[in-house]
């Protein structure tokens, strides 16, 4: 371990002991924070849906669509967001 003073930059909580040599230019963050942090990247990960290029029109307002989150089959009948929330309402 190595002695240091210096503050977890999400808490504020005093760090006297790490182990690592802090470089300076990188924040540093308590045990917890640490835990929590490492743990909000994973959901982060999970949570990323993947998007797939696309260039079509949307058949309704005729928008241009670059991404769509499943790969379609048939690009004649694509819609974009807004009008795809609009036909679920209707
Ligand atoms: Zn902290
Ligand atoms: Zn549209």
Known sequence: MFDVDVNCAT???????????PSGDRPVYCSDCNRAHRQTRRDDSRRERRMYDVDVACSGCGTKITQLPFQPKDTSNILCREC?????DA
Do not use: N, R
């Open 11 to 21: 808490c504020g909580a005093h760090i006297s002991q790490l182990p690592f040599q």
């Open 84 to 88: 795809y929330l609009k036909s679920k």
